[in-house]
């Protein structure tokens, strides 16, 4: 069992930065993690917006790239999701996710882009 617990979202203007956070209760080794995130209006559907491997590879959804990026902590058991030049299509709410077998996911954290 792992518990991930997202932070660092809020309000704020088109063209803002945000940086999330997602702090998980143990260390996830080697395993892969990532941001996803829901729409208002979307409630089923969840897009990947960043993912990170242990060895630090990384990949992105096109809508983000040049924008975010996502880094993980090991000594802190923590990953992070730098959002730059944020747009309105960027709200929702941005969900942490784990890959241990099982999926794992926080209750995420809401980013709200106002144009």
């Known amino acids: 069992q792992v518990q991930l617990v997202e932070s660092g979202g809020g309000l704020v203007q088109a063209g803002g930065s945000l940086r999330l956070s997602c702090a998980a209760s143990?260390?996830?080794?080697?395993?892969?993690m990532g941001w996803y995130r829901q729409a208002p209006g979307k409630q089923r559907e969840r897009e990947l917006v960043a993912r990170i491997r242990s060895g630090g590879s990384t990949n992105y959804a096109d809508s983000v790239k040049g924008r975010f990026t996502i880094s993980r902590d090991n000594a802190k058991n923590t990953v992070y999701l730098q959002m730059n030049s944020l747009k309105p299509e960027d709200t929702g709410v941005y969900y942490c996710?784990?890959?241990?077998?099982?999926?794992?996911w926080g209750k995420g954290t809401l980013v709200t882009v106002s144009s």
């Open positions: 143990r260390s996830i080794g080697s395993n892969a």
């Open positions: 996710n784990a890959e241990l077998g099982i999926q794992y």
